[in-house]
């Protein structure tokens, strides 16, 4: 059994930052990529960040510049800095991770439960 965990998201105003995490526990031999999608009301769940397990780094166009993906694979732990935050990044924030979970397994994904972010005035 896998499970990730997200923590951080609530209410911030526009202009402002939060920062999410997730930790990734259970029966790991291995984490693949790891990633930020969310989903807004009514909208199609959308790629917002993600990271390989080498480093390499990829961000949605909307976001560039204002959000920035980390990881500590020491923690199985992947983290999501938002800064400048503005009415349309309001969603619920999708954690994942591509996981192997035996040497000679399969890669399959995961997904945290999600955490509401909503920016409001």
């Known amino acids: 059994q896998v499970q990730l965990v997200e923590s951080g998201g609530g209410l911030v105003q526009p202009g402002g930052s939060l920062r999410l995490s997730c930790a990734a526990s259970g029966s790991i031999f291995s984490l693949g990529t790891m990633g930020w999608y969310r989903q807004a009301p009514g909208t199609q769940r959308e790629l917002v960040t993600r990271?390989?397990?080498?480093?390499?780094?990829n961000y949605a166009d909307s976001v560039k510049g204002r959000f920035d993906i980390s990881r500590d694979n020491a923690k199985n732990s992947v983290y999501l800095q938002m800064n400048s935050l503005n009415v349309e990044d309001t969603a619920v924030y999708y954690c994942y991770a591509q996981v192997r979970r035996t040497s000679l397994g399969p890669v399959r994904d995961y997904w945290g439960q999600g955490t509401q972010v909503t920016v409001s005035s």
């Open positions: 990271i390989t397990s080498g480093g390499s780094i």
